[in-house]
């Protein structure tokens, strides 16, 4: 079965620090970009970070530039997200992607696998 599963997120306090890994099947990690997103309750799905197969080019929302680095380990089909001073507004569902491509951009349309989600709580 082809899969996408997020490591478990948590609560942190403002300012600090979480890291998110996925774990891909192999069908859904090799020769793909692959990219964060992030739901907050009564919003919209957005674009956090992504990352490119061949050359491990990365990209970032402006939201989280300097904050986050997404990687990848293509010997163990993981993506991380290693995300630091972190803030309330960072409270959302993160979602692990895979595309159909080496490379990909930042919209929804351009992923054809999703994880389930898990759950980032930033408190003040």
């Known amino acids: 079965q082809e899969q996408l599963v997020e490591s478990r997120g948590g609560l942190v306090q403002a300012g600090g620090s979480l890291r998110l890994s996925c774990a891909a099947s192999r069908r859904t990690f090799v020769y793909r970009a692959m990219a964060w997103f992030r739901q907050a309750p009564g919003k919209e799905r957005e674009f956090v970070a992504g990352?490119?197969?061949?050359?491990?080019?990365?990209y970032y929302a402006d939201f989280v530039k300097g904050r986050f680095t997404i990687s990848r380990d293509n010997a163990k089909n993981t993506v991380d997200l290693q995300m630091n001073s972190l803030k309330p507004d960072d409270t959302a569902v993160y979602y692990c992607?895979?595309?159909?491509?080496?490379?990909?951009?930042?919209?929804?349309?351009?992923?054809?696998?999703w994880g389930q989600g898990t759950q980032v709580t930033v408190s003040s």
């Open positions: 992607a895979a595309a159909p491509t080496s490379t990909s951009g930042r919209s929804i349309s351009e992923y054809d696998y």
């Open positions: 990352i490119t197969w061949s050359t491990s080019r990365t």
